[in-house]
């Protein structure tokens, strides 16, 4: 492990060496399928949405490395953003996030399929290339982790079944339901997984932690593992060395109430946030964009990942509650 710093937030991990994977399976770069011998579900892990996470990464590398295969499906792993996670360096991790877009708000169809134009980024060319993948998926795991140090969280969508999912997986603990953001969308939020229907093909989104953290590698690691094993298509036994030892607590479900959306370059919290804060009183101040006052909508309102550098037409913050 290598440990560097930016600020205060310590750099522990250190990015896997995943050449070996260039050429894929399928003539898709970085992609790799991996088909079991009986009919099944194809069941898709994903990592480096963001070139700088790097513990989706270390996860589907070790899950790889150790020979898994599934007895029945196909089971894909997909490292996606590769020309981000190629420039990462421990000194500047927060700059190898995206080249040009974030990918994880192109996945819409409109966006998808439009033909490929000169001003097409880097991120919606990949997008494209691996989306056949997702296309075909039944069950998506898209690994990611987070800038604060907050405690991780199974990001549900708007989909029922979805959360269903979600809450048989049990990990990590906290579990967001959400309308997704204003500035585009993730690939939990494609059609394709967000329908009404009880049964049918399913994403989830997994926040590990802090991006740099080895918890982080360790939780997606585990969250891998069990989302395996609740597909199954490959034998528990096989995925034992990952999978908790102890039964772990029920999860807690929190519904997003309202999505700040960034409207002006002048804004910022009015104190200290790190995620999950909860403010007990509804009317409290906690944002200033521009001259306009961001204040909690009701009582025992929860920060969810509050953004650190808020940018114009981005999300700041979301706002939710507890459900019982």
């Known amino acids: 492990m290598m440990t560097a710093t930016t600020g205060s937030l310590p750099v522990e991990l250190r990015p896997p060496d995943i050449g070996r994977y260039r050429h894929g399976s399928h003539a898709i770069p970085y992609a790799i399928t991996l088909a079991g011998g009986r009919p099944g579900p194809h069941v898709v892990i994903s990592a480096l949405m963001h070139g700088n996470e790097l513990c989706g990464a270390i996860a589907a590398d070790r899950l790889l490395s150790a020979g898994l295969r599934p007895a029945r499906g196909r089971l894909s792993f997909i490292f996606c953003n ?75 969508g708007a989909a029922p079944r979805a959360l269903a999912l979600a809450q048989h997986i049990g990990l990590p603990g906290w579990i967001v339901t959400d309308q997704g953001h204003a500035g585009g969308s993730r690939l939990i939020d494609h059609p394709r997984f967000t329908g009404p229907e009880p049964e049918g093909p399913t994403a989830l989104l997994v926040e590990c932690g802090q991006h740099w953290q ?89 920060l969810i990942m509050p953004a650190r550098h808020p940018v114009r037409g981005h999300t700041a913050v979301r706002l939710g509650r507890l459900v019982a």
């Open 82 to 156: 590769i020309p981000a996670f190629a420039q990462f360096h421990p000194d500047y991790p927060a700059m190898s996030r995206y080249v040009d877009e974030d990918m994880n708000r192109v996945w819409s169809p409109g966006r998808l399929d439009a033909l490929p134009a000169p001003g097409d980024s880097g991120e919606l060319r990949r997008a494209r290339e691996i989306w056949p993948l997702f296309a075909s998926a039944d069950l998506v795991l898209d690994i990611h982790s987070m800038l604060h140090d907050t405690v991780p969280m199974m990001l549900a």
């Open 214 to 302: 080895r918890q982080a590698a360790d939780t997606a690691l585990t969250i891998a593992a069990r989302f395996l094993e609740i597909s199954d298509i490959i034998q528990r036994d096989a995925l034992t060395p990952w999978l908790p030892s102890t039964p772990w607590a029920a999860s807690r479900l929190v519904e997003v109430t309202q999505t700040i959306t960034v409207l002006t370059n002048q804004f910022h919290f009015t104190h200290e946030v790190s995620g999950m804060d909860i403010i007990p009183t509804a009317g409290t101040l906690i944002a200033l964009d521009g001259d306009r006052p961001v204040r909690t909508p009701h009582d025992h309102c929860i």
